[in-house]
Each structure stands twice: as C-alpha cells, then as structure tokens.
C-alpha cells in the first residue's frame, strides 16, 4: 500500500533562512505528488504538484524517484509562510489522496 | 477563486445519534470526495463519489456512514449512529471531469461526539 513519511512534525525558521521540508513516499508504480498548505484557521489549498514543475510562492518541489522523496524548498522563508504542511501521494489520476501527517512551519521574524 | 462550502463548521452531537454533514461543491465539478482529521493525526480519504454513486472508500468508511447527493448542489455524509472516535474535522472536497484536476477542500466541519 502506498505510505506518505512526512518525519518532522515541527519545523521553525527565522525570516530570510532557506527551508526545507521533507516529504519521503512509497509506492511500486508512478505517482503523483502534492504540497498541500493549510493556513491558520483555513481550509487546505493545493500548494503545487509534480507534473506542473512549477515555482508557487517562491517554493519548488522536486520528485527524485530514486530516493523516493518530494521535498518542498524555499530559498528565503517569508513570515506568511507559516502554516501546516501535508505532502500527498496519489496513485493513478482521479483517485484518492494518501497525506502525510504533515509539517507546521514557523517562520519567526 | 470557486469555493467548496461546508455546513455546520462545528457540530456537536450525542454519542449514538445521527449526524449529517452537508458540502455544496462547486457547481460544475462531478468528482466528490470526503476526507477527515482526527486531531493531531494525518488527514485521512473516506469516500470518493462520481454519477451519483460511490466509485471508492476506504475501511474507515464502514456501515454506518453514507453519503448522498439529494439534489443538484449538496453532497452530504451521514453518520448513522456515532461514536466518541468518530470526532475529527470533516473536510469535503471536489474537482472536475479531467483526471488532473485540482481538488478543492471546504473549510471543513469540526465534529465532537460527547
């Protein structure tokens, strides 16, 4: 069965320093990954996916099949950053997601 | 930006009574999916639904939930007879026909069984 690791629960930065939140999965075949962000008192908001290999908000996210990982990175944390982060995996398109339990990111001034 | 409303944000309940969560999807999307959260763990899939039946749900989703869509614009979860395990965030979320669509999330219900 397919697994998202998300192994840090908490993770705190001053404004400026790069951040990095580590997002590890397993499944056999070809997935899709998901950053997913939830900010204080929101619903969550798809962040960007793989496949779109696109910059959101200054974050990237590279799939490297080889390690099995999707970390998410920015070069220059920001204080609105700050928010709960889930990585989700999905197995084939339009089927469900498998989250992972998630990353809250602080970014202190 | 399209929203996926969800109603009540926060529903507390009996244990042993029956609850019913409702989500207005956006309107041209086809694709509904409930998820939920029990706090502080990960947000987990319990049903996806498409041409007005379930095409997935997870073990979680066992008899005592169902989920509807009893007209046009709400899709709704029905928990028959709860339980103290079943309070968690509910979240409900849609998309459109292509198979990468994004997936929209309501704000969520926040259900408390006493």
């Known amino acids: 069965a397919q697994r998202v690791t998300q192994p840090e629960k908490l993770l705190s930065v001053f404004k400026g320093a790069p951040v990095e939140l580590k997002c590890n999965y397993s499944?056999?075949?070809?997935?899709?990954l998901f950053w997913y962000v939830q900010y204080s008192r929101q619903r969550l908001q798809l962040l960007l996916r793989h496949i779109s290999r696109e910059s959101i908000k200054g974050f990237t996210a590279d799939l490297n099949k080889g390690e099995t990982s999707f970390h998410l990175k920015k070069p220059f944390a920001q204080e609105e950053d700050s928010a709960m982060y889930y990585c989700a995996l999905r197995e084939t398109s339009g089927s469900r997601l498998t989250f992972g339990e998630g990353t809250q990111l602080t970014v202190n001034p | 930006e399209p929203e996926v409303t969800q109603t009540p944000s926060h529903q507390v309940t009996q244990m042993g009574q029956e609850v019913i969560l409702r989500c207005v999807p956006i309107s041209n999307h086809l694709y509904f999916y409930w998820y939920r959260q029990i706090l502080g763990q990960k947000v987990e899939f319990l049903v996806s639904?498409?041409?007005?039946?379930?095409?997935?749900k997870s073990e979680i989703f066992d008899d005592q939930f169902s989920v509807e869509r009893p007209d046009g614009s709400n899709f709704t979860l029905k928990i028959r007879s709860t339980k103290l395990e079943d309070s968690a965030m509910y979240f409900c979320?849609?998309?459109?026909?292509?198979?990468?669509?994004?997936?929209?999330f309501g704000s969520g219900t926040q259900l408390s069984v006493l």
């Open positions: 639904f498409y041409n007005n039946e379930i095409s997935e």
């Open positions: 979320a849609s998309r459109g026909t292509g198979g990468r669509e994004k997936l929209f």
């Open positions: 499944y056999s075949g070809s997935p899709e």
